[in-house]
């Protein structure tokens, strides 16, 4: 059973360019969520996926945003990258029930974004 | 709001001596708590969780954590530490009740030495 999928690992970006991640969440999920985590820091929370639209959303600019297709993978994008965007950011999935579901996150390892 | 302080940002212990990771929370309601780790170059992994079950709470690796809503605390033990410990560990708490959105404190890097 694969669990939470992402790609790229790795990616070099430059100033004022445009980055779309990808994620695959663990079988059965159908939630999504993504979070940066920039280096020494926890990680924080961008946005959540249920049922193809955006349920939640935190503290980030319009420049990042996302999408789920109906087979529950996710896309994040961000535009206009600044150096302060540089992170390793993380897909998270959960099991099915976005109302009741309080518990536990399935991350993957993340892609890593390097802006210059 | 929701929020988690971790008390300290680095501890360093001998292999075979416990191991404390202190961890406050702030919560306008009833609270889940986490404790993730996460290892260099892998995903963050749930080590154990609070949903105002039992108060002991028991994780794997021989972890387990205790929440105390006097003192608002949910600090990580574990009686004996191995080297396979040595990560990074997050101190987690819900941030709605309509699940999925985490927040994280800025996180405890654990070190044991032979």
């Known amino acids: 059973d694969a669990g939470v999928t992402q790609s790229p690992t790795h990616l070099i970006k430059t100033r004022g360019q445009q980055v779309t991640l990808r994620c695959s969440p663990k079988?059965?999920?159908?939630?999504v969520s993504w979070y940066q985590q920039a280096l020494g820091q926890g990680p924080q929370f961008i946005f959540q996926?249920?049922?193809?639209?955006?349920?939640q959303r935190g503290n980030f600019p319009d420049r990042f945003s996302g999408h789920q297709f109906p087979n529950y993978s996710s896309e994040l994008n961000v535009n206009a990258l600044l150096l302060g965007d540089s992170a390793l950011y993380l897909c998270?999935?959960?099991?099915?029930?976005?109302?009741?579901?309080?518990?536990?996150?399935?991350f993957g390892e993340g892609s890593r974004l390097t802006v210059l | 709001a929701q929020s988690v302080t971790q008390l300290d940002s680095h501890v360093s212990v001998s292999e075979g001596t416990p191991v404390l990771l202190r961890c406050n929370y702030s919560?306008?309601?009833?609270?889940?708590l986490f404790w993730y780790v996460q290892h260099p170059n892998k995903g963050l992994q749930l080590l154990l969780k609070y949903t105002s079950a039992a108060t002991l709470v028991k994780g794997i690796n021989g972890f387990e954590a205790e929440f105390k809503k006097s003192e608002t605390s949910f600090h990580l033990t574990k009686p004996s530490a191995h080297m396979s410990d040595a990560a990074e560990y997050f101190c987690?708490?819900?941030?709605?009740?309509?699940?999925?959105?985490?927040?994280f404190g800025q996180g405890t890097e654990l070190s044991v030495k032979p």
């Open positions: 998270a999935s959960s099991r099915p029930g976005l109302v009741t579901n309080t518990g536990e996150l399935f």
């Open positions: 996926y249920y049922e193809e639209e955006e349920r």
């Open positions: 987690v708490v819900s941030g709605s009740n309509q699940g999925g959105k985490l927040i």
């Open positions: 079988s059965g999920h159908d939630t």
């Open positions: 919560s306008s309601y009833s609270p889940s």
